[in-house]
């Protein structure tokens, strides 16, 4: 892997800190996932390729301000304005690789298809959402003369070839402490996540096909074009199991009340 990463303190003072951070970087491997395989089991260098956490690009900005205690200022007036922290940290990245494979899933065909000159990948309004959205599934064919034969006939296009959908979350919270002795205190917070409830998707289907049927002497290789190719079923949160609550949510608010000693 290689990359570059900046990171600056774009101000910090007696109440207010924040931070900005750009990381560029390029991950290469030839490590195939769980749920795909080797287009050629016998030579692991067919798949070297940019790997499936490849990120190029990933900035975070975060800023937090504590509000002033008010001190001698009246009681209600401290305990309901005062000694606040309020704090905000903003994402975005850059897609997710995505595999081009003839048949996706655990129990697909790992097996890669041919570019078809002239055609692009992408379509030239992308909606992950929608059947044909996002992905050109004319721009890829079945290699004539696929048999199903391990190691033989392979696609021209390379592992991970397309990039999925970036990510992009927007979070804010805020914090108090009221003190009950010298050593305890109650803190409330409220967190809201993904203000602008920006939908983050999970990487799409990759599969050009639902099945294949192997080339014959008279006849190349067929596909059941699949419907779903480039179209995405799942969220961030939902394909990484962080529920309903942190990134890759819908809008979310969560309040909470901690005892402190």
Not at 55 to 79: I, K, Q, S
Not at 112 to 122: A, D, E, I
Not at 186 to 197: A, G, K, S, T, Y
Request: hydrophobic letters at 35%; glycine letters at 10%.
């Amino acid at each position: 892997p290689i990359g570059r990463n900046r990171s600056y303190r774009v101000g910090d003072r007696a109440h207010l800190h924040t931070q900005v951070n750009y990381t560029w970087s390029h991950e290469f491997d030839d490590m195939v996932n769980v749920f795909s395989g080797f287009a050629n089991p016998f030579d692991p260098r067919f798949d070297r390729s940019p790997g499936d956490i490849d990120v190029r690009n990933n900035f975070t900005a975060n800023v937090l301000y504590d509000f002033a205690d008010l001190h001698g200022r009246p009681l209600a007036e401290r305990l309901v304005l005062g000694g606040w922290q309020a704090s905000s940290i903003f994402q975005a990245r850059s897609g997710l690789p995505v595999n081009v494979t003839l048949v996706s899933g655990f129990f697909g065909n790992p097996v890669r298809p041919n570019y078809v000159p002239g055609q692009n990948p992408y379509v030239s309004h992308i909606t992950w959402v929608t059947q044909g959205g996002a992905y050109n599934a004319k721009a890829f064919a079945v290699q004539p003369g696929y048999d199903g034969t391990w190691g033989e006939n392979l696609g021209d296009v390379g592992r991970n070839a397309l990039r999925g959908p970036g990510f992009f979350q927007w979070d804010f919270s805020a914090m108090k402490n009221f003190a009950l002795t010298e050593s305890a205190k109650v803190q409330f917070r409220v967190d809201l996540f993904n203000i602008l409830n920006h939908p983050n998707y999970a990487n799409p289907d990759g599969g050009i096909c639902t099945a294949v049927t192997s080339a014959t002497p008279t006849s190349a290789a067929g596909c059941t074009p699949n419907a779903y190719f480039g179209v995405t079923a799942s969220t961030v949160a939902n394909q990484t199991g962080s529920g309903a609550i942190g990134n890759g949510t819908a809008r979310q608010a969560q309040f909470s009340l901690k005892l402190l000693f």
